[in-house]
């Protein structure tokens, strides 16, 4: 199951729920988010995996604030460009290089000593 190219993400997930609640025995509401995370696009997925509530109306909530960000114009479907906005990590061009330096300073070596007698 997935959602329909003219689909809001809230109806896709009513629909979703609908069909999850014929399921014998119910699913637990953390178990049922989890499932339900699995079934949407990449673009849902990974901004909300790393953060997604186990209640499920929360994650629904999530998913429609996506959505209105996407209307708004703040964000973009467009996984092309996501590693700009998002702040991940961009691929490296051919002759481009980066370095990460660190300094630290060698240890003394420790030095016995013997204990006074008293």
């Known amino acids: 199951m997935s959602q329909k190219d003219k689909e809001t993400f809230k109806e896709y997930a009513q629909r979703w729920r609908e069909l999850a609640a014929q399921i014998v ?3 637990e509401e953390k178990e049922m988010t989890k499932i339900f ?3 949407l696009s990449s ?3 990974k901004r909300m995996i790393a953060s997604a509530p ?3 109306t929360e994650t629904v909530n999530m998913g429609m604030r996506l959505e209105e960000g996407v ?3 703040r964000l973009t ?3 092309g460009s996501s590693s700009k906005r998002y702040g ?3 691929k490296k061009k051919d002759g481009e290089a980066h370095v990460v330096q660190s300094h630290v300073k ?3 070596p420790s030095v016995r000593r013997k204990p006074v007698p008293q």
Do not use: M
Request: cysteine-free; charged content about 35%; glycine content about 4%.
């Open 37 to 39: 995370l699995k079934t």
């Open 88 to 90: 991940a990590f961009a």
């Open 25 to 27: 025995p119910p699913l």
């Open 54 to 56: 186990s209640a499920f």
């Open 71 to 73: 209307r708004e114009g």
């Open 106 to 108: 060698p240890r003394r």
């Open 43 to 45: 673009f849902y997925y």
């Open 77 to 79: 479907k467009d996984e």
